[in-house]
């Protein structure tokens, strides 16, 4: 982890939990599922692959899984309760991994004469196997009890309370649910652009498609992980109590983002922009996002919003890489999030591709070790000190703020840095981007022309964007 000097987000992050799932006739991979886990297909909550899969909860450091018994505790023989208890068994032993479970089948399921008392009687067998927590120490919490959340139409039975819980609402999709459940706070099931806004809960989903199951549906792209992404970033800029993942496994909905392996070329391929199919690419973008409640993790590959310059995390800072990476994601950040971290990175300029200047951003105080400082050298035009004129801490070398962005203090002095230059020509017909910071990109005398597109040359210094003959 590259450690970040102050917290990004301080939501919990929790996942669904599907516990449909167990091998064989009637175990579900075979008629509803597209995909194979990494680790094979398994039964929820079996003993040996259930602690595989808590390894990959606790290396994201998720705090809490919600445990889908919307389909009835009862459903498949009783096999969704003996998994749900043999998953409150694990994390009961857990030091702090949480659990909630998810009703709904009593309001919803056909046949149900007495819908309210249905649906008392899972509340209390939901108290006595997962959620009393006097008897489970892995009960998750909000405001005081645990949350149950209650899964259901807009309708009559949206307004379900038990008294032993904090009750919270779902529904089949974000964009139908009634103003009664959105102001409860919406924790599944699909949650459509723009996610609704609430300070209990937030969700993001990478994707979701139910047509290969027979239903009407229109599929939710996953857009290469920009979806999930775009997601990310609206809950973590609210910063809500709690941030929920569609779901940690359920392939059938195609909500997962377990690493896993396409079974038939119809479904969707998680892939890098390369094209590779990459098992892991949806976990590595949870992983990342819940990370950054503490920094960033090792590995990583990230870009800000509204750049293109992409660094790779190492453990001694952020390295500007000039190709995307090979299965794995390239997960946006805020923008300016990245000036914090230190950067071993120089800049190596190339025509028509990225050139990132080296880092860090703020180099109040900072010297070269002969004692100079020549900010210049690292797009920061106008900033540098003689050396025999740069002390540590002396104000005369002050000099911070993104690159394009330039603050200086002292004898640093901010010259005209406009960060598009599309068609501009100096006076004598020729256009010179590295008068300007853009490395790279020029155009010789006579031959830049308004309006012509070998000049195009657009981004912040150090970052161009250049087409044509730049």
Known sequence: MLPAKSPLYTSKVGLWYTLWWHPGPGGHWDEWSRYTPTIGTYTSGGAATFQEEVAAFDAMRADF???????????????????????????????????????????????????????????????????NPAAHPSAFLRAGAPLLVNYTSPGPYEAWSDPRFTVGAATGRSSEASPGQLSLGLWGWVFDDPTPIHGAVMGVTPGWDT?????????????????????????????????????????????????????TASASKWADSWGNECPSFYYEIARAYSLMRWGLPHGAFVREEGATAVWEVLPSGLEHVNTMPTCHPVVVVPAGYLAQFPSTSTCAPDVGQACTIARPTDFGGFCWESGAFDGASLGYAGC????????????VCSCAGPV???????????????????????????????????TGCACAAGSCQPGSSRCACTGLPGVPVCSGGC
């Open 211 to 263: 047509a290969h199951l027979g239903r009407p549906t229109t599929p939710l792209d996953r857009e290469g992980g920009a979806r999930f992404m775009r997601q990310w970033l609206r809950a973590i800029s609210q910063n809500p109590e709690s941030i929920i993942i569609s779901s940690w496994n359920d392939f059938a909905e195609e909500t997962a983002i377990q690493p896993a392996t396409r079974t």
């Open 384 to 395: 540098a000190c003689k050396q025999e004129g740069c002390k540590t801490n002396s104000a």
């Open 65 to 131: 899984l919600l445990l889908d018994h919307t389909n009835g505790i009862g459903a498949d023989g009783g096999g969704l309760a003996l998994a749900g208890r043999s998953v409150v068994a694990a994390l009961d032993a857990h030091p702090s991994l949480r659990q909630a479970v998810a009703l709904g089948s009593c309001f919803w399921g056909p046949g149900v004469a007495d819908r309210p008392a249905c649906m008392a009687t899972e509340a209390n067998l939901i108290w006595s196997d997962h959620s």
């Open 404 to 438: 394009g962005r330039v603050r200086c203090d002292g004898a640093c002095a901010l010259p005209s840095l406009p960060t598009t230059f599309g068609d501009a020509c100096w006076p004598d017909g020729s256009f010179s981007g590295d008068d300007m910071g853009f």
